[in-house]
């Protein structure tokens, strides 16, 4: 592994102005989780030169949980245990704390944080060789679209030089939630929609969100009053600690048995979390008693799909009934 010096940040802004003084040989790291992963593995290119600087973020104040202006604002520092523990995250995003229970391992969730979940970078066996160069590494082409296995393509086909499916499980949950990042950058307080964050993600080769490299991701804020019933399902190969083959996270609103609004992502399907849109349009201002979850699953899968991807897309189907059905009973 290439050394770095290692700085604590005692803040964002001074997070900001560490990221300034050090230009682009200098890297955020919450946890390492992943970007510890990356370096010591040497995934490296043109476009991803190894930093000779790292920007401590776990000492700069910024996992807290608090109410801000009748949003829940989650700091972006939190880890995923202490979120998953918080009484107001579980009284206001039920299905962020399924997600949670369902990533990684204790160990991880013990110290990885939320910011670090949504800006991962993907799992793509040939972004992740050191000796494979590729789109996302600032080299040419895409060799998992070369190899013509299914098994590595996503199966919501996507024009652009990269395929690699989005591996985060709490990006889907949070665009379901209808939630919002807060980014500080040089021009001051950014908010980006969760639904816009990967917007272009094929296309860009430094990475997957539209965050420049001198912006730290402050917290991500819920509106809590919104959302009457949500759930959460996660399809792996591996029984545990693996990531998703296929995920969906579902939100609804329901007044006087009436489903007002209506959100249904699907994760693990595409480089980025994918609003069925189709089927939202199908449960909004329809009864909830007389919805057949299994019809809208039918109606659900939008855009151009893998041809050879039937058995994940009888699993997504399958997937989003059940967590129709157990948000609109919630
Ligand atoms: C074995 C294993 C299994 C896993 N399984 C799953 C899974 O099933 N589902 C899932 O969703 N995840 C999974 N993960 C991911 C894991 O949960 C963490 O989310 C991930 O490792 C990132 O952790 P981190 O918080 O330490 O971020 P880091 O690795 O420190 O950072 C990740 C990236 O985010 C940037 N960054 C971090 N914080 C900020 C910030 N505040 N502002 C700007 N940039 C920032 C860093 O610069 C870096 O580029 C798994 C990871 C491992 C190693």
Redesign the pocket.
């Known amino acids: 592994m290439t050394p770095f010096r290692l700085i604590d940040a005692r803040s ?1 802004a001074h ?1 900001m102005t560490l990221l300034a003084e050090h230009g682009p040989a200098a ?12 370096l010591k593995e040497g995934v490296a290119g043109a476009l991803q030169p190894a930093p000779a600087v ?1 920007i401590n ?1 776990g000492t ?1 104040d ?1 996992a807290d949980v608090a109410w801000s202006d009748a949003k829940l604002r989650l700091g ?2 939190a ?2 245990a202490d979120l998953a523990a918080h009484g107001d995250v579980r009284a206001a995003a039920p299905m962020l704390v399924e ?1 949670i229970g ?4 204790p160990q ?2 013990n ?11 993907p ?1 793509c066996l040939f972004f992740r060789h050191p000796l494979i160069d590729c789109f996302k590494k600032g080299g040419r082409g895409c060799p998992a679209a070369a190899a013509g296995d299914p098994r590595l393509q996503p199966v919501l086909v996507t024009a652009g030089p990269c395929c690699a499916v989005h ?5 889907p949950v949070l665009v379901a939630l209808d939630a919002v990042m807060e ?1 500080t950058g040089p021009s001051g307080l950014r908010a980006i929609p969760m639904d816009e964050l990967y917007a272009g993600a094929e296309r860009n080769p430094r ?1 997957e969100a539209v ?1 420049a490299a001198d ?4 917290a991500i804020q819920i509106a809590t009053d919104v959302f009457s019933g949500q759930a959460f399902e ?1 399809f ?1 190969v591996r029984g545990a ?4 083959s296929a995920s969906v996270a579902v939100a609804v609103a329901v007044t006087d048995g009436v489903v007002r609004d209506c959100r249904i992502v699907l994760g693990g399907a595409a480089l980025r979390p994918v609003r069925s849109r189709e089927a939202e349009t199908v449960v909004i201002g329809r009864k909830a008693a007389q919805i057949v979850t299994a019809d809208i699953a039918n109606a659900a899968l939008p855009g151009a799909w893998a041809s050879d991807a039937a058995g994940r897309i009888e699993v997504l189907r399958t997937l989003i009934a059940r967590t129709l059905a157990r948000a609109i009973a919630a």
């Open positions: 964002a997070a890297r955020l790291i919450a946890a390492g989780g992943d970007l510890l992963d990356l790292l973020l700069a910024m972006a520092m880890t995923l997600a369902r990533i990684a391992s991880l969730r110290v990885t944080t939320l910011g670090g979940n949504l800006l991962q970078r799992r591996p985060s499980d709490l990006a980014i990475a965050i912006a730290v991701v402050t996660k792996t600690n693996d990531f998703a």
